[in-house]
């Protein structure tokens, strides 16, 4: 059926779709889950840790990356893909800041990734960016943004979304527990772990979290303090039944 | 026969006859196809005690066929993991994927693609194949024909459990993701059971060792049912095991299982293999 149309990037097939976009998506699945959300003061992105080798640097395998001083994303996909599509962002936001003397928005860096994929998707002889990313972070004016981008080089705002493996499942669970314009950056942290408990088999030790405050640097958190969090809402769970 | 561009052709003619040089050519010939075949040929060995008593035929009313690895990493978590079952015998065959003949006598080791037949103590009429090695097309009958010419076919039903990957399930509706890993089911005419799952729709097919089961148990009326698991994953997945659960309810009529416990045993198979992949992060 879709058999002769799905080969080249440049053909549509007779109803319309671009096949090989399609089967990227299928491969950003294969990425663990990325959770984002976006606080009023703070905006977090949780990521499932991927299993190490036992022989691997495990500083190396990094699903979360700062893109500038104000912006960092996660990734889910193909490694290789991600690593480009970052540096390519990296040098942009440097680029923006030499050329015009101020950081680039979330926006900005987000639509420069997004352009990047879409012309994969229109020239022949290269396939699309395996990758779909969570961009977030704050504008110099102090508002916070979440973006998605996927391989299509679609992008979009969000409140709080999810990509990777167990996507639909974190989303669902967002949709039904996220509020609007949480003032408590406790909550914003908490929220992004609860989704990510919900499809992260061995709990908090599999959990990478990234945050970042308005006019603060992004920081990871430790181990410990991710511990901390999973044992607060295991509390107010046990409380709640 | 001589050629435009100047070289000398010899072109066998059917008006004239042989010559003796010829026949040691066609011999040679049938020596290479014998040897292949040779080669090719699929062993079953048993271990001493079944040996003996296959001067009849094995008693069987249950022989489970696990056909991929993620049907056999199901059938070790939940199946082969209480201590109740003695491994009694092997197939071993060679083919340009499955190399594994120079070790006929030998069972194959842990974790090398095998074709392992395994016992229950309690209830020796109960037989598990693994079969995690390729077979070829033209070894598929051999197969058949060997492990079933060693069973008793009264009383016999069988139930295949096998992977597929979802890229061959074809389907007009557009697959979410959360649909996947799901079973199909297929079954022989004789089979009376119920499926515990949809029976697999047209125009997909079986390939493989499950459809030349299938066919053989067709044939010669046999219960059999088949459980095709269509995944997403090509290494072994703890999800993609667990969907092969539905099989357990007629399988614990049978035998003891583990059937929550095993958990842990199906992450480690898991988790062999995704350490070792850093395409996707």
Same mark, same amino acid.
């Given at each position: 059926m879709a058999m002769s149309y799905d080969r080249a990037i440049t053909v549509f097939s007779p109803d319309g779709h671009l096949f090989q976009v399609d089967y990227a998506q299928e491969?950003?699945?294969?990425?663990?889950?990325?959770?984002?959300?976006?606080?009023?003061?703070?905006?977090?992105? @949780?990521?499932?840790?991927?299993?190490?080798?036992?022989?691997?640097?495990?500083?190396?395998?990094?699903?979360?990356?700062?893109?500038?001083?104000?912006?960092?994303?996660?990734?889910?996909?193909?490694?290789?893909?991600?690593?480009?599509?970052?540096?390519?962002?990296?040098?942009?936001?440097?680029?923006?800041?030499?050329?015009?003397?101020?950081?680039?928005?979330?926006?900005?860096? *987000?639509?420069?990734?997004?352009?990047?994929?879409?012309?994969?998707t229109q020239?022949?002889?290269?396939?699309p960016? @395996?990758?779909?990313?969570?961009?977030?972070?704050?504008?110099?004016?102090?508002?916070?943004?979440?973006?998605?981008?996927d391989p299509s080089g679609t992008?979009?705002?969000?409140?709080?979304?999810?990509?990777?493996?167990?996507?639909?499942?974190?989303?669902?669970?967002?949709?039904?527990?996220?509020?609007?314009?949480?003032?408590?950056?406790?909550?914003?942290?908490?929220?992004?772990?609860?989704?990510?408990?919900?499809?992260?088999?061995?709990?908090?030790?599999?959990?990478?979290?990234?945050?970042?405050?308005?006019?603060?640097?992004?920081?990871?958190?430790?181990?410990?303090?991710?511990?901390?969090?999973?044992?607060?809402?295991? *509390?107010?769970?046990?409380?709640?039944? | 026969?001589?050629?435009?561009?100047?070289?000398?052709?010899?072109?066998?003619?059917?008006? #004239? $006859?042989?010559?003796?040089?010829?026949?040691?050519?066609?011999?040679?010939? $049938?020596?290479? !196809?014998?040897?292949?075949?040779?080669?090719?040929?699929? +062993?079953?060995?048993?271990?001493?005690? #079944?040996?003996?008593?296959?001067?009849?035929?094995?008693?069987?009313?249950?022989?489970?066929?696990?056909?991929?690895?993620?049907?056999?990493?199901?059938?070790?978590?939940?199946?082969?993991?209480?201590?109740?079952?003695?491994?009694?015998? !092997?197939?071993?065959?060679?083919?340009?994927?499955?190399?594994?003949?120079?070790?006929?006598?030998?069972?194959?080791?842990?974790? $090398?693609?095998?074709?392992?037949?395994?016992? !229950?103590?309690?209830?020796?009429?109960?037989?598990?194949?693994?079969?995690?090695?390729?077979?070829?097309?033209?070894?598929?009958?051999?197969?058949?024909?060997?492990?079933?010419? /060693?069973?008793?076919?009264?009383?016999?039903?069988?139930?295949?459990?096998?992977?597929?990957?979802?890229?061959?399930?074809?389907t007009p509706d557009y697959l979410y993701?959360?649909?996947?890993?799901?079973?199909?089911?297929?079954?022989?005419?004789?089979?009376?059971? &119920?499926?515990?799952?949809?029976?697999? $729709?047209?125009?997909?097919?079986?390939?493989?060792?499950?459809?030349?089961?299938?066919? +053989?148990? &067709?044939? +010669?009326?046999?219960?059999?049912?088949?459980?095709?698991?269509?995944?997403?994953?090509?290494?072994?997945?703890?999800?993609?095991?667990? %969907?092969?659960?539905?099989?357990?309810? /007629?399988?614990?009529?049978? #035998?003891?299982?583990?059937?929550?416990?095993?958990?842990?045993?199906?992450?480690?198979?898991?988790?062999? %293999?995704?350490? &070792?992949?850093?395409?996707?992060?």
């Amino acid at each position: 059926m879709a058999m002769s149309y799905d080969r080249a990037i440049t053909v549509f097939s007779p109803d319309g779709h671009l096949f090989q976009v399609d089967y990227a998506q299928e491969a950003v699945k294969k990425g663990s889950t990325a959770v984002g959300v976006r606080g009023k003061n703070v905006v977090v992105l @949780g990521v499932e840790k991927k299993i190490v080798a036992k022989l691997q640097e495990d500083r190396t395998v990094r699903k979360i990356c700062s893109l500038d001083d104000n912006v960092f994303m996660a990734f889910a996909g193909l490694t290789a893909d991600a690593r480009i599509i970052v540096n390519r962002a990296r040098v942009e936001c440097q680029s923006h800041r030499l050329t015009v003397e101020d950081p680039a928005t979330v926006e900005y860096i *987000t639509r420069y990734i997004s352009s990047i994929k879409q012309r994969y998707t229109q020239s022949n002889g290269r396939r699309p960016f @395996g990758i779909s990313s969570l961009i977030v972070g704050f504008d110099f004016d102090g508002t916070p943004h979440l973006y998605q981008t996927d391989p299509s080089g679609t992008y979009h705002a969000w409140k709080a979304n999810a990509i990777g493996r167990s996507a639909k499942t974190v989303r669902e669970f967002l949709e039904k527990n996220y509020k609007e314009d949480m003032e408590s950056d406790t909550d914003t942290i908490k929220l992004a772990i609860r989704a990510l408990l919900e499809v992260v088999q061995s709990g908090g030790k599999n959990i990478e979290l990234a945050i970042m405050k308005r006019d603060e640097s992004m920081k990871m958190l430790a181990q410990e303090e991710i511990e901390e969090y999973v044992t607060a809402i295991e *509390t107010e769970k046990q409380k709640k039944t | 026969m001589a050629t435009f561009f100047g070289e000398v052709l010899s072109v066998y003619s059917r008006a #004239v $006859e042989e010559d003796d040089e010829d026949l040691d050519d066609e011999n040679e010939d $049938e020596q290479i !196809h014998r040897a292949i075949e040779e080669k090719r040929e699929v +062993h079953i060995a048993w271990c001493p005690e #079944v040996a003996q008593s296959l001067e009849g035929k094995l008693q069987c009313s249950e022989l489970i066929i696990a056909v991929g690895t993620n049907a056999a990493g199901f059938l070790s978590a939940y199946v082969l993991n209480t201590e109740s079952w003695d491994a009694v015998g !092997h197939a071993s065959l060679w083919n340009e994927r499955s190399r594994g003949s120079s070790r006929q006598s030998i069972a194959p080791l842990p974790g $090398e693609p095998a074709c392992l037949f395994y016992r !229950h103590r309690d209830n020796p009429a109960v037989l598990v194949c693994q079969s995690t090695c390729y077979i070829a097309e033209d070894q598929l009958f051999q197969w058949t024909e060997k492990v079933f010419g /060693c069973l008793q076919k009264r009383g016999l039903s069988v139930m295949v459990l096998s992977d597929s990957p979802v890229a061959e399930y074809k389907t007009p509706d557009y697959l979410y993701g959360s649909a996947v890993p799901f079973l199909r089911s297929l079954k022989s005419s004789a089979s009376k059971s &119920q499926a515990l799952c949809p029976a697999l $729709e047209q125009p997909n097919i079986l390939t493989g060792l499950p459809a030349a089961v299938l066919s +053989h148990c &067709q044939v +010669h009326q046999i219960p059999a049912v088949l459980y095709q698991c269509y995944t997403d994953v090509i290494s072994p997945d703890s999800i993609t095991m667990e %969907t092969y659960k539905p099989a357990l309810l /007629c399988l614990s009529k049978l #035998v003891k299982l583990e059937p929550c416990l095993s958990a842990d045993v199906l992450r480690k198979f898991a988790i062999i %293999t995704e350490a &070792q992949s850093n395409l996707y992060t």
